[in-house]
């Protein structure tokens, strides 16, 4: 993980050389409703069907380089219609079984190329929790209608062996009459995104996601998941600060 936060800092520092800064700070709060695939998930009492909580919203940019939520981007100099990027950013479940280990979410490392409306990335566990690797391949569009501006996003997800294996496997000592030993050798998801924003002033904006979620089947076998698919919705409002 060191290594890549060094490598992000010394290519933030070429690029900052070869950009013109721009910057912009929001900030605001919010809230996130989102259907459990576990119901039996005792990490941070989470074994309902969905959870409510509240949730910070803000961004900084500054030139090339944005902090957004749990994640650290970079957007490295532009080829024509090609847009590579790095990123640090925080994935993964956090799931607690009774009689199971801990899995909690980790550090990745990114790279991705966006062109045009297609997006593919790479991300790699740096923290070392899973040591898994994930490939995303997405398609976004976006639509303006005055104040209000409409995006959507399609994404097809893989996750490699250890990945899967950690947040959705059944290890040994974790087998009961009733969850069964469990080793997936991959795993995948398919999401479907809306996301409305409403300019509300130059300043003021209301946020707004719904998600849905789909799980391949390697993951909704697992004897730890409890559904093939779920919604993840998220409101807010951001006030701008320049």
Excluded at 22 to 42: A, E, T
């Amino acid at each position: 993980m060191k290594l890549f936060a060094l490598i992000l800092f010394l290519l933030s520092t070429l690029t900052f050389g070869q950009q013109r800064s721009k910057y912009s700070f929001s900030l605001g709060g919010g809230g996130i409703w989102k259907q459990n695939i576990r119901n039996d998930n005792q990490y941070d009492n989470s074994d309902k069907s969905s959870e409510l909580r509240a949730i910070p919203m803000g961004r900084i940019k500054v030139g090339p380089l944005q902090i957004a939520g749990p994640s650290i981007k970079l957007k490295l100099p532009r080829y024509k219609f090609i847009s590579p990027y790095i990123a640090i950013k925080r994935f993964g479940e956090r799931y607690y079984g009774p009689g199971m280990d801990w899995r909690k979410d980790s550090w990745f490392g990114e790279v991705g190329l966006n062109l045009m409306m297609f997006k593919l990335s790479y991300s790699k566990d740096i923290q070392g929790r899973s040591s898994g690797e994930t490939f995303k391949l997405s398609y976004s569009g976006r639509h303006f209608f005055g104040p209000l501006m409409l995006s959507y996003t399609l994404s097809q997800n893989f996750f490699d062996k250890e990945f899967s294996n950690y947040y959705y496997g059944v290890r040994s000592h974790e087998v009961t009459s009733t969850r069964p030993y469990y080793s997936p050798r991959n795993g995948s998801s398919t999401s479907l995104s809306i996301s409305p924003i409403w300019n509300i002033t130059k300043r003021w904006s209301l946020f707004n996601l719904v998600k849905f979620t789909y799980l391949g089947s390697k993951i909704k076998d697992s004897p730890t998941v409890a559904r093939d698919s779920y919604f993840t919705v998220i409101s807010g409002i951001t006030y701008k600060f320049y």
